[in-house]
């Protein structure tokens, strides 16, 4: 049992003994560091990217819709009709009809694109948050017949326009005159001004009117465009949106938040892989350092290996002892780092504080950022990842060194001792 534990002993009182070459000590300190510091850096980017990760989807699921039903026509005509298939879906927490149009704004000469929705705001404020991100002047003011719209922040940037203009909606829709075919075209006042969105789309495009307004701008009659749901749980959209279209029997298109915005979320799924492998480029970097120290501390111990050789320990034995002492070296470091990464992601808000407090303005200003703190998510999958990882790593370095340790011929070593 003793011989057994041979190089587990060794290599533990060689992790712990003073070296004779104080910079063998001073590496064996730095390789520690290393690895210490691509698991700290690692683990808490990965908890800042998982925090901005969700406060994006949280403020995109607040005015995104998060399941919505349209004619395959691109009308719906008795919209009313289809509420009690909407009641049977279980999660679903409110509904609302609504009328999406293209068309254009203008204002004192300035024009530009924009998305036209209208909208209930009774209706509207029980499956959207957007009265909650509003900037400027009410969504409840937008009364039919009164021709009230609220811009996005970006849109009323383009075009120059806040609280009390008057602008004109063009819609793409045209109209008999003396002087010919023209487009339909209405003056709106300009009541409010929402923002503070995750995607530059919600506010750099979108209009809301009253769906009364919408539908004599458009001439939809009593259709809509279609139904937006809201749901009790949004990443279940996928599976209502399965039993909605069954309790529809398919003569509706039924679509889901997922899927419209699929490439946004794609893209910071592909952004979080990006920066993961890049940072665990440290730890990797830092794992050299394990091989080096060993490389020199084998060279050192050419002497002991060679005694131990002659006593009868084979060369997997001793090619275990240095296998011990790198890996010593990896998990004390790995151990150090995930300590300090994961006591960082958790305290993140009071560190951030007191940074801003010593350099003497914020990090995130809200007149440039839309997200003005750092979010942090600790994940234990991001940490269990980075922690296994980094210990397989410096495993894997321990090997060349640990091998050319086992490869040490007795006679050869103790020639010149």
């Given at each position: 049992m003793a011989k057994t534990n041979i190089p587990l002993m060794i290599g533990a009182r060689y992790s712990r003994a003073k070296r004779r070459n104080g910079f063998i000590s001073f590496i064996s300190v730095i390789s520690i560091l290393g690895v210490a510091l691509g698991v700290?850096?690692?683990?808490?980017?990965?908890?800042?990217?998982?925090?901005?990760?969700?406060?994006?989807?949280?403020?995109?699921?607040?005015?995104?819709?998060?399941?919505?039903?349209?004619?395959?026509?691109?009308?719906?005509?008795?919209?009313?009709?289809?509420?009690?298939?909407?009641?049977?879906?279980?999660?679903?927490?409110?509904?609302?009809?609504?009328?999406?149009?293209?068309?254009?704004?203008?204002?004192?000469?300035?024009?530009?694109?924009?998305?036209?929705?209208?909208?209930?705001?009774?209706?509207?404020?029980?499956?959207?948050?957007?009265?909650?991100?509003?900037?400027?002047?009410?969504?409840?003011?937008?009364?039919?017949?009164?021709?009230?719209?609220?811009?996005?922040?970006?849109?009323?940037?383009?075009?120059?326009?806040?609280?009390?203009?008057?602008?004109?909606?063009?819609?793409?829709?045209?109209?008999?005159?003396?002087?010919g075919l023209m487009p339909r075209?209405?003056?709106?006042?300009?009541?409010?001004?929402?923002?503070?969105?995750?995607?530059?789309?919600?506010?750099?495009?979108?209009?809301?009117?009253?769906?009364?307004?919408?539908?004599?701008?458009?001439?939809?009659?009593?259709?809509?465009?279609?139904?937006?749901?809201?749901?009790?749980?949004?990443?279940?959209?996928?599976?209502?949106?399965?039993?909605?279209?069954?309790?529809?029997?398919?003569?509706?298109?039924?679509?889901?938040?997922?899927?419209?915005h699929e490439s946004f979320f794609r893209a910071l799924n592909v952004e979080r892989r990006m920066v993961f492998i890049t940072l665990f480029m440290i730890i990797i970097i830092a794992a050299f350092n394990i091989v080096s120290t060993l490389i020199m501390v084998v060279t050192e111990k050419r002497a002991d290996i060679a005694i131990l050789r002659t006593l009868g320990l084979s060369p997997s034995r001793v090619m275990g002892i240095?296998?011990?002492q790198g890996v010593t070296t990896g998990v004390v470091g790995t151990l150090i780092g995930a300590a300090a990464g994961i006591a960082t992601s958790l305290n993140l808000a009071e560190i951030i504080v007191f940074i801003e407090s010593l350099i003497g303005y914020e990090l995130l200003p809200s007149s440039v950022y839309m997200v003005t703190d750092f979010p942090a998510e600790l994940r234990f999958a991001d940490v269990s990842l980075t922690v296994i990882g980094s210990i397989i790593i410096s495993m894997v370095a321990t090997l060349p060194p640990a091998w050319k340790a086992s490869r040490t011929q007795p006679a050869e070593a103790l020639r010149y001792e």
């Open positions: 700290w850096v690692l683990i808490s980017v990965m908890s800042i990217m998982n925090g901005f990760g969700k406060e994006l989807r949280g403020r995109v699921l607040d005015v995104a819709p998060h399941v919505t039903v349209t004619g395959q026509g691109g009308w719906l005509s008795d919209w009313q009709g289809l509420t009690p298939a909407l009641d049977k879906v279980q999660g679903v927490k409110g509904y609302a009809p609504y009328i999406y149009a293209q068309g254009l704004v203008t204002l004192n000469g300035s024009v530009t694109g924009a998305l036209v929705k209208g909208v209930v705001p009774e209706e509207e404020s029980k499956v959207s948050a957007i009265a909650e991100h509003m900037q400027e002047g009410s969504f409840a003011a937008l009364k039919s017949g009164k021709y009230g719209v609220v811009l996005g922040e970006g849109l009323a940037y383009k075009i120059g326009a806040s609280v009390g203009d008057k602008v004109t909606f063009i819609s793409p829709q045209g109209q008999s005159t003396p002087a075209q209405r003056r709106f006042d300009v009541v409010g001004v929402f923002g503070d969105f995750g995607p530059d789309e919600f506010d750099s495009a979108l209009a809301y009117i009253h769906m009364n307004d919408a539908a004599r701008l458009y001439k939809a009659n009593k259709q809509v465009s279609g139904i937006r749901l809201t749901l009790d749980d949004p990443y279940l959209a996928r599976e209502a949106s399965v039993l909605l279209a069954t309790e529809l029997n398919y003569k509706y298109h039924v679509d889901n938040w997922t899927t419209q240095f296998f011990v």
